[in-house]
C-alpha cells in the first residue's frame, strides 16, 4: 500500500491486533490489516464495549474497494484505503461504531547484521556520478592487486600470473562499470577465465569423444540426444567452463554407474551398486550358563539375511538363523549391554538367548543391523519403516574440509553410533547449510560423492533450494523415487525489513507413500540480545513459509505435516554475563552441561511457549557448537574486535534441530550430537537420525464412517463474531464444515463455543490399517472473515475400539489460541491385519485350557530404569499439543499402541537352560483401561518397534512430562475360566488391537504378592500340569506394567496365529489373548 498510514498495521497477526485495540482501551479505536485469508484483502478491526469487531475490505474486479458491513446497508466503493477510512469516520455506515481514534503501529527496529551484505550501486549515472566512481574503482584495483603481491605465485604459470594481474589492473574497473550500468555478463572476468581455462578447455574436447563412444559400448539404448553434445561443444566455442565439466561429471557418473552395473550382473548380484553392500559384522559377546559367563559371537550377514552363533571368532558357525525366524530383541535397560534375542527352531520351537555385549553402543549397532536385515528382506511391497538423517552446519563462508564422512556417519559427541553401523544406508538425507560459500550444484554433488563413499548408493536428488547462502538439500534411496510425489519449495527472508535474505529460511516438502514430510532450515538474527527478534524470525517464517498442499491453507506447517523438521543456525545463546566465559569454558571441559543448558534461550524460550510450541527436541549431551576457532575443537573464540568495541560471543548451542509429528505416530532416535573433526568452520556439523514408522499406501475398500461429535471450543479472543470449524484430512473425499456454534461469555477476555450437531465425515477408504494412522485436522474459524482462530489435530487411533473424548490445544502462528474438547467415533470395514515388521508374533495352536487359568498370570515384571541416556528414546509424542484422550471417565494422556498380551511356556531347550517363569505385560486400550484392572495404567511406546526400550524419552516437552509415569498394580484375577466370561450374555466383544512392536525392555522384578488376593472367590485355580512346567505351583504372581511383552521362555509348543481384527473377538476367549477397552457400556 503506497505512502504512511498509522491505522494501516501490514501483515500483523489477529491477535497482536487485538492486543494493540485492547491497550488503546477506547470505543472507536480501530486499525487495519491485512486479511489472513484472501489474498489483497484488509480487514478493519474496531473496538467497542471491550470486544473487536472485524470486517473484511474486498477489492473487485476493477481493485475498488468495499467493507462487508451490516445487511441492509448499501455497498460503498472507495479507489484507495485512505478514501474509505473517511467515509467510515461518519455514523451510520453499516458498522458497530463509527471510527473515531486511530492505532498507531509499531515501530520495528532493524537488526544490525554482522556483515552488511554487497550493496547494489544504482543503474543509471550522471557525468558526476562517472566522475565519482572512478575514485572507488581504482582503490578497489589496488587493493586486489596488493593482495595479489602476499601471495606465492610460484607455482602458476607466467602467462597465467600476467593474465591475473592485468584483470585487477584495469578490466576489473571495466566489469564494475558494467555492473553499475545494470549488465549481469562481466566481459573481463569471462575473458580471463577463458585465459586460464585454455588448456583444460582443449583437454575435455580431446576426452570427450572417447567417453561418448565408452558410454555407447555400455548401454545399447542411448537416447538421441546425447550424441549431439560434442557437435554442441565443438561448434559453439562459447560454453562455459562449468558447463563442459558438467557433462564431463555427468558422464563420469553415468559410466561408473552402469559399469558397476554390469560387473555386478555378470557375477550374479542381483541390483547391483544400488542395494547397499553393508559387511558382515562379528560382535563379540558374553552368555551366561550355569552362571559362569562364556565368550560368544554374533555375526550378522545383512546381505544373506541371516544371524550365526559362533563359539571363536575364526571357527565354524554352529548355527544359524535366517531373518524371518528372529521374533523379538528384549532391550534391558538395568543393565545397559544385555540383549535377549528371541528366535524360532526348524521344529517351530521358540529360544531365548540372552547375552551381553561390551558396552551400550555396540549392543545399539547390532540391533540396528538386525533391523536393516529385517527391513531389507521383507516381502512386503511398501517400506513401513524408513530412517532419516538430518544435518544442519554454519559453514562459515568456507569449503569443506576433504573428508566429512563422520558428520553422515554419526560420529563425535553426544548420542552418536557404532562404528558397526558406519556402512548402513538411510533412507532419506536431508542437510541444511548456512552460511554456505558453494553453488548448489557443486555443494550436492558434494554430499552425493561422500554418501556413495559410504553406502555404495547414487543417491536421488528430490529437491534443493536456496536463500543467498541459506541452503537445503534432500536425498534419497533410488527405490523410493516413484514413493515421493507433491514436492514443494519456498523460503521466506527475515533480513534487515525482512527484504534482505542473509537471514531467513528455506523449506522442502514432500509425500512418501501417505506420509507427508516437511523441512525447515533457518539462519536466525544473530546477537545475545537479540533473542526477542530471533522469536519473532521464527513467527514470519510459520507465517509466510508456504509448502505442503494448498488445501491446507488455514494451517500453518506446524500442522501440515505428519513430519516436521527444524534445523539450522537457531543462533540462540546461552545466557550468562560475559564475565562467566572462563567458567563456561572450564564447565565444557568437564562435560559439565546442565547448568550451562538451564540458561540455554531456546529451552527458557520454548518452555514460555514463545517458539517452537509443542515441539521436540532430543536430550542435548554434546559441547556447545559454537563459537570455535578455526582449524582446532579444543579452543573457544568468545571475543571478536568491532569497531564499537570487544563482542562477546559466550560458547553456545547455535546450531539445532527440532521436531514435530502428529499425535500416536511411532518416531525413535537413534543419535543427537556433533562432530568433532570438521574445523574448518566456527561451528560444529550437528546430525541427528531418527527411525519412522508406519508408510502404508492402502488399496481401495468399501468406505466406512468418522463420527465427531459434541465439539466446545474456548478460544482466547475478545472478537465479537460467530465461529465454524472445518475438519480436513488426505483420508476424506472432501472437506467438511459445521454450521455456526453458540458464543457463551467466558470469563479472563475468552470465548465458549458450543458445536452441538453430530458431524459425519466419510473417508476415502475404510480398510483399519489404513484409518488408523490417519489424522484428522481440525480449524475453527470466524464467519465474518474466514480466518483461522486455532487449528489442533487429532488421531483416529485415539478411536480405535470405541467412542473415545478428547481434548486438544488450538494454537496459529506458533501462538496458543485456545482448547477444543469432543468426542470422536471411527468405523471401518472388516479387513484382516496385515503384519509389520514390527510386529510381535501370535500364537497359531491352541493353548490348553488349564494354561488360560492359571499359568499365564505368573510372569516376569520389567521395571524401566530411567537413567539410561544411550537408548533410542521412544518419541511417541501422546500428547502432540497438550493433546489426551478419555474414555468413559478415564483420561488417556500418553497412550500407546495397544497390544494383547501372549505368553511363552517355560521349557528348557534340550534340559541345559535354567527354567524361568515366564513374564508378560497387560495392555491398555487407547480408552485409557488396562486388560488388568480398574485402575488407569500409563504406559510409554517401545523405543523401536524392532528393539526399542520403554525408557522415557528425554527430550519430552513440560506439557509431557506429566504423562510419562510408571504404576505398579497387581494382577486381577483369573476370571476362574474363559467359561466364565462366555457365560455373560451382556460382555461385550472383546477386541484384539494392532500390535505394534518387535521389541520390550526387561527388568528386574518387584517383590512377589500373595497369591491367594487375586484368585476367583467363585473358583479354584487349576495347578498346571507337570507338562507345562511345574514352576508356577510355588511361585505367586508378581506385579505387572501395563505393557505386553515376551515370557522368558526357552521353548513354544506353537505356531503363531494372526491377531483378531480390531473391534472383532477371537475365537478363543482364554486370558492369554485377551484385550479389553474401556467401551461406552461402562464394562472392562
Known sequence: ??????????????????????????????????????????????????????????????????????????????????????????????????????????????????????????????????????????????????????????????????????????????????????????????????????????????????????????????????????????????????????????????????????????????????????????????????????????????????????????????????????????????????????????????????????????????CQLLQQMKNKHSEKPEPDMITVFVGTWNMGNAGPPHNINSWFQCKGQGKTQDDTADHIPHDFYVIGTQEDPLGEREWAETVKGVLRNITNISFKQVAINTLWNIRIVVLAKPEHENRISHVFTDSVKTGIANTLGNKGAVGISFMFNGTSFGFVNSHLTSGSEKKLRRNQNYINILRFLNLGDKKLNPFDITHQFTHLFWLGDLNYRVEFPSTEAEYIVTKIKQQQYQELLSKDQLSMEKNEDKVFLHFDEEEITFAPTYRFERDTREKYAYTKAKATGTKYNLPSWCDRILRKSYPLVHVVCQAYGCTNDIMTSDHSPVFLMFSLFNFSDPDSAPQGGIQIMNCVATLLTKSKTKFFIEFHSSCLEKTVKTSEGENAEHPAGSIKVRFGNQIQLTPIISDPEYLLDQHILICVKSTDCDESYGEGCVALRAAQFCYTEFQITLTHHGEKTGTLTGGIQLHTSEGKPTEKLYDIFHINRKISQTWKQGVIYLFFLLLVDRMSVTQAHDISNPSYMGLSYRSENVTNNGWSYSMPKWTLPNVGAGGKESKKSGYDVSTRSPTGKGSTGEDERTSEMFDNPLYGSMGKSHSRGKDQDHQQKDHLALPDAPLSSSKAADADPDRPPVPTPRNRSFTCSENKPQPPAPVNQHLSAQKKPVVPSRSEGGVAQNRPPLPIKSRPDYRESSELPGKHRPPARPGQPHKDHGPSCEVRSGCSDGRH
Not at 479505536?29 to 464495549?49: M, N, P
Not at 544385555?338 to 527352531?345: A, H, M, Q, S
Request: charge should be negative; charged fraction near 25%.
Open 1 to 366: 500500500m503506497p505512502g504512511y498510514h498509522p491505522w494501516y498495521h501490514g501483515n500483523i497477526t489477529r491477535s497482536k491486533a487485538e492486543d494493540l485495540l485492547s491497550k488503546a482501551a477506547r470505543d472507536g479505536s480501530f486499525l487495519i490489516r491485512d486479511s489472513e485469508s484472501i489474498q489483497g484483502a484488509y480487514a478493519l478491526c474496531v473496538l467497542f464495549q471491550n470486544c473487536v469487531y472485524t470486517y473484511r475490505i474486498l477489492p473487485n474486479e476493477d481493485k475498488k474497494l468495499s467493507v462487508q458491513a451490516s445487511e441492509g446497508v448499501p455497498i460503498r466503493f472507495f479507489t484507495m484505503l485512505p478514501e474509505l477510512v473517511e467515509a467510515y469516520y461518519s455514523p451510520n455506515m453499516g458498522l458497530v461504531t463509527h471510527l473515531q481514534y486511530s492505532v498507531q503501529r509499531e515501530e520495528e527496529v532493524d537488526e544490525e547484521p554482522d556483515s552488511l551484505p554487497p550493496q547494489l550501486p544504482p543503474r543509471h549515472f550522471t557525468a558526476d556520478d562517472s566522475k565519482a566512481s572512478e575514485q572507488p574503482c581504482k582503490s578497489l584495483s589496488d587493493t586486489y592487486l596488493m593482495r595479489l603481491q602476499h601471495l606465492d605465485l610460484s607455482t602458476i604459470p607466467e602467462d597465467h600470473q600476467v593474465a591475473i594481474q592485468e584483470y585487477f589492473r584495469s578490466s576489473i574497473c571495466l566489469d564494475a562499470e558494467q555492473a553499475q550500468n545494470g549488465n549481469p555478463n562481466l566481459p573481463g572476468l569471462r575473458k580471463l577465465m577463458m585465459a586460464l581455462c585454455k588448456n583444460l578447455n582443449s583437454e575435455i574436447s580431446h576426452i570427450l569423444p572417447a567417453l561418448e563412444v565408452f558410454h555407447r559400448a555400455l548401454d545399447q539404448q542411448l537416447c538421441s540426444g546425447i550424441g549431439q553434445v560434442p557437435k554442441q561443444i565443438f561448434v559453439d566455442s562459447g560454453p562455459s567452463i562449468s558447463y563442459r565439466l558438467e557433462q564431463l561429471t555427468k558422464l563420469l557418473y553415468s559410466i561408473e554407474d552402469k559399469a558397476k552395473s554390469s560387473v555386478f550382473e555378470s557375477v550374479g548380484y542381483e541390483g547391483g551398486h544400488r542395494k547397499s553392500l553393508i559387511p558382515l559384522v562379528t560382535f563379540e559377546v558374553k552368555q551366561e550358563s550355569l552362571a559362569i559367563p562364556t565368550k560368544m559371537f554374533l555375526k550378522v550377514d545383512v546381505e544373506g539375511g541371516k544371524l550365526y552363533f559362533k563359539k571363536s571368532k575364526d571357527g565354524p558357525e554352529d548355527k544359524y538363523f535366517v531373518h524371518n525366524k528372529i521374533l523379538q530383541l528384549v532391550k534391558s535397560q538395568k543393565m545397559h549391554a544385555k540383549l535377549v534375542i528371541i528366535v524360532e527352531t526348524e521344529k517351530e520351537k521358540i529360544l531365548r538367548k540372552e547375552f551381553v555385549f561390551d558396552d551400550t553402543k555396540k549392543r545399539e549397532g547390532f
